[in-house]
């Protein structure tokens, strides 16, 4: 694990700290095969640093480890960093973790995903890295013993737990949402985002921002739209683009279609959205309906995938929008709301079901392609035929947008086992909507929700995904009148579809995670824990994602918390790794440094490293420190 620390002479008022991925740099082994290693099987391994400014002494003074009794069951490693800056600083944070990992953290991850049998547990002591400035002092601890993995097959999982855990994330604002529909004035934004933060939704996907059309004065609607939505909520939305199809007729507008996303992605488009205009709405110069399997944009959903761009599309509508027109219909109160949402006339429209086996032939077609089937793969009425499409397409998603009062209606056992078995393949999305009225999956004539009901809208979504209540009213009422039962998904699964499928999905993109630093007036002597009252004032923030590949680890989460005084920044972290792997003897009388040799410098083994940068715009100029659990350091 690594950690970069920079800080300006000059702190804005917020005092936060910004998550940043480091630049580049090979990644270095949590835990290595025939390495020298001290395991404490007996006792929790204490121990700790203070280094002195540089401009003064710059000398080390090591504290002693101080062994206590085992616990069979804590799990966490804590490490304590106080810096002392001249003045009071805005720091930035980058941390990752690295590759590799030891065999029983994964097999206890697979149980914790699969009910699998867990193996018998070796304790293992850990590697966290932090790095430093000629004007710091620092005071570490770390503390590391047994790693106790929880227990919790996916039937056997308590709600309870599972509500507590969920609650934790939306209390430390976590969730994506990657279906939400927000127009472009400071007022639906704000109204947007306060509804966000009451409800817990840390980050959302804005589908349609616009297209990247120069307008008159040089600027398309998707620079505009975004610009402002950054400007206002920056690391709140993350923007999609749309296709302009003018000049569909032209021979060459394959290949302009192919430019409108280079240009998107030059833009900072996170995808291309879709809407419902394929076979239904979209028609060539000739009146005749284009179809989402025209040749001609073959090129352009092969230029997403090379851009790695998701496809979020939708095609066709709810079975009932082609039943007969009229009160018999079950979604009779949507239609006769919006009667162009009706597309039962087979003179005027194909049918549905040609629709969505389209759709399948251009996915089949693209595999190098992510196309998220937004509303549960646009049928969530037959999950039979969303089981073999999500089998057969590796490269196809669902989102949950506007689908749990469908979805609701079957059978929660066969839908749960659905979930665990494409557990990695479905989004968290709602279709909220703010405009000048809130629309919260739907809506028609009634009057228009309050922000009261956005949060009653949200927690319905909690109900549904979390716990095992059977028969009551899901939260689009105008979608039809019945009630619906939950799912009761175990954790490691909800919270892939709460936010760690969409991170994957949407890694290169995603802002940088911030963690603000807590105001305290008095200051207090570290010791090695968290258990300072003060350390609870201070949010939060999560590292548990590899640089590689983006995929999850919470076995392996670190937890960072920043406090500030006047006098003193101070970095808190819990670390879940049991083994530290060392260099024995340790070694005070010389550097343990040789760019030369490979394996021998102490970074190739398990230590704390931070990288302080003095100018938060040049982060690549940075001091570096490192510290080995058994208290030998590297000052670079």
């Known amino acids: 694990m690594r950690a970069w620390l920079n800080s300006p002479t000059q ?34 391994y204490t121990s700790g640093w203070r280094v002195r400014n540089r401009s003064t002494a710059g000398a080390l003074q090591r504290r002693d ?10 799990q966490r490693a804590e490490a304590v960093t106080h810096l002392l800056p001249t003045e009071p600083p805005f720091y930035r944070l980058a941390r990752t973790v690295d590759n590799r990992v030891c065999p ?60 507590i855990q969920a609650q934790q994330w939306r209390a430390e604002h976590r969730l994506i949402d990657t279906h939400q529909h927000v127009g472009f004035t400071k007022q639906h934004l704000t109204r947007a985002v306060k509804i966000m933060d009451a409800v817990g939704i840390g980050l959302a996907v804005n589908l349609g921002t616009g297209s990247v059309t120069p307008g008159q004065d040089g600027i398309s609607e998707f620079e505009r739209n975004k610009r402002l939505a950054d400007a206002l909520f920056p690391g709140r939305f993350l923007h999609t683009m749309l296709l302009d199809y003018r000049g569909w007729d032209e021979p060459d507008f394959a290949v302009r279609a192919a430019r409108q996303i280079q240009e998107g992605h030059r833009l900072g488009a996170v995808g291309l959205k879709e809407f419902k205009r394929f ?8 009146g005749r309906l284009i179809q989402i399997d025209d040749p001609k944009l073959d090129l352009m959903w092969a230029r ?42 087979t003179n005027k429209y194909p049918p549905r079901m ?133 799912i009761g998904l175990p954790t490691a699964v909800l919270r892939k579809i709460y936010f760690d499928n969409a991170r994957k999905l949407l890694a290169r993109y995603l802002p940088a995670p911030r963690v603000r630093a807590a105001r305290i007036e008095t200051d207090f002597a570290i010791d090695g824990t968290l258990q300072h009252p003060a350390w609870q004032r201070a949010a939060p923030a999560r590292i548990e994602y590899l ?6 680890r919470p076995e392996l989460s670190t937890e960072v918390r920043l406090l500030w005084s006047p006098n003193y920044l101070y970095l808190g972290y819990r670390c879940p790794y049991t083994r530290l792997t060392v260099f024995e003897p340790p070694q005070f009388d010389r550097k343990r440094f040789d760019l030369s040799r490979p394996g021998v410098s102490l970074w190739d083994r398990d230590v704390v ?28």
């Open 609 to 636: 490293e931070a990288f302080i940068a003095p100018d938060p715009q040049n982060v690549r100029r940075y001091a570096e420190f490192e510290v080995a659990p058994t208290s030998e350091r590297l000052d670079l």
């Open 65 to 74: 480890a101080k062994p206590t009794a085992d616990h069979p069951q804590v």
């Open 11 to 44: 702190p804005p008022p917020s005092q936060e700290a910004l998550l940043r991925e480091r630049p580049q740099g090979p990644d270095r082994a949590l835990f290595q095969q025939n390495t020298p290693a001290t395991d404490q099987r007996n006792a929790w």
């Open 354 to 486: 040609a629709l969505l086996e389209a759709l399948n032939r251009v996915v089949a077609r693209h595999p190098g392609t992510t196309f998220v089937g937004v509303h549960f793969a646009n049928n969530a009425e037959d999950l039979d035929w969303v089981e073999r499409s999500l089998d057969k397409y590796p490269n196809l998603m669902a989102d949950l947008a506007a689908r749990i009062p469908e979805l609701g209606r079957h059978s929660p056992a066969k839908l749960r086992r659905l979930f665990i078995k494409h557990q990695d393949r479905i989004l968290f999305g709602t279709d909220f909507m703010v405009y000048d009225r809130l629309i919260l999956g739907s809506s028609g004539k009634e009057p228009p929700p309050t922000d009261v009901d956005a949060e009653v809208f949200f927690a319905k979504h909690w109900r549904w995904l979390e716990t095992r209540d059977r028969n009551w009213p899901h939260m689009t009422p105008i979608q039809g009148d019945w009630t619906i039962s939950a």
């Open 304 to 345: 997403c995938g090379e851009l790695g761009m998701p496809v979020f599309i939708h095609v066709a509508d709810p079975k009932a929008f082609w039943d007969p027109y009229n009160e018999k219909n079950e979604r009779w109160k949507e239609l006769r709301d919006h009667p162009g949402w009706w597309f039962g006339d």
């Open 547 to 552: 640089t590689r590949d983006y995929a999850a």
């Open 104 to 163: 029983e953290c994964k097999a206890a991850a697979d149980h914790a995903q699969t009910g699998w049998p867990q193996p018998p547990r070796r304790r293992r002591f850990g590697n966290v890295m932090p790095k430093l400035n000629p004007t710091t002092v620092i005071l570490m601890g770390v503390t590391a013993f047994h790693l106790a993995m929880p227990s919790s097959g996916h039937g056997r999982e308590r709600v309870e737990a599972v509500q």
């Open 279 to 286: 076979g239904l709405t979209l028609r060539d110069g000739q």
